[in-house]
């Protein structure tokens, strides 16, 4: 089976389209099929802003204030199946289980 690039940041902030930029061209360049990323700051309506270029599916947990924030970012390259989304709506974790490459 092929591999699976994972990666975990604290971006300390997604809100500045720049550091945005910034953040989304590192991931790619590390060629990151699955990205765990902590403190985005992102409130619950701009998730959206998560899906980007490689990213093919985005779990999230906010709060509608700046501050807290986690996601999870699958990529469009990887076969994911998402079976269970467990998320704090506090902002401090986000808990996908599902079928990886067809397997549980």
Not at 24 to 46: I, N, P, R, S, W
Not at 49 to 77: P, T
Not at 79 to 96: H, I, K, T
């Amino acid at each position: 089976s092929p591999l699976i690039r994972l990666i975990t940041w604290n971006v300390r902030g997604l809100n500045g389209s720049v550091k945005q930029a910034r953040v989304f061209a590192h991931l790619k360049g590390l060629k990151a099929d699955v990205a765990m990323l902590q403190e985005t700051h992102l409130k619950v309506a701009d998730q959206v802003r998560l899906r980007k270029g490689w990213v093919g599916q985005v779990f999230h947990s906010g709060l509608d204030e700046k501050s807290r924030g986690v996601a999870i970012l699958v990529g469009k390259k990887v076969s994911f199946e998402a079976l269970n989304v467990v998320a704090d709506s506090g902002g401090r974790y986000v808990m996908v289980s599902g079928k990886l490459q067809g397997e549980r």
